[in-house]
Nanobody, 125 residues
């Protein structure tokens, strides 16, 4: 059984930072799994934020977060992180982590197999 648990969300002022963590438990290491972060704001469709591909090890980012967010992984801890800097009110959303043994596109969230339950990020003064 695959289990993903996100943490690190909260309320932050514009310009502030947060680091999200996601621990993945499924009896295997993350070495050969793609890892992604997605978000969903109220009334909007879920969108890809960033991912690390299992096929080439490269990282990908949505244009809206490039230069501000950084994804990283610690395979020894089965954990993926999302460092978020220079946060804006439009970053407010529930953030989800996901994993998949293949390399689905960051822009096709429904192609990812396993999901966490999400953590709320609110950027407001």
């Amino acid at each position: 059984q695959v289990q993903l648990v996100e943490s690190g969300g909260g309320l932050v002022q514009p310009g502030g930072s947060l680091r999200l963590s996601c621990v993945v438990s499924f009896g295997f290491t993350l070495d050969y799994y793609s890892l992604g972060w997605f978000r969903q704001a109220p009334g909007k469709e879920r969108e890809g934020v960033s991912c690390i591909s299992s096929s080439d090890g490269n990282t990908y980012y949505a244009d809206s977060v490039k230069g501000r967010f950084t994804i990283s992984r610690d395979n020894a801890k089965n954990t993926v992180y999302l460092q978020m800097n220079s946060l804006k009110p439009e970053d407010t959303a529930v953030y989800y982590c996901a994993t998949d043994p293949l390399s689905p596109s960051l822009f096709s969230w429904s192609s990812w197999d396993y999901w966490g339950q999400g953590t709320q990020v609110t950027v407001s003064s």
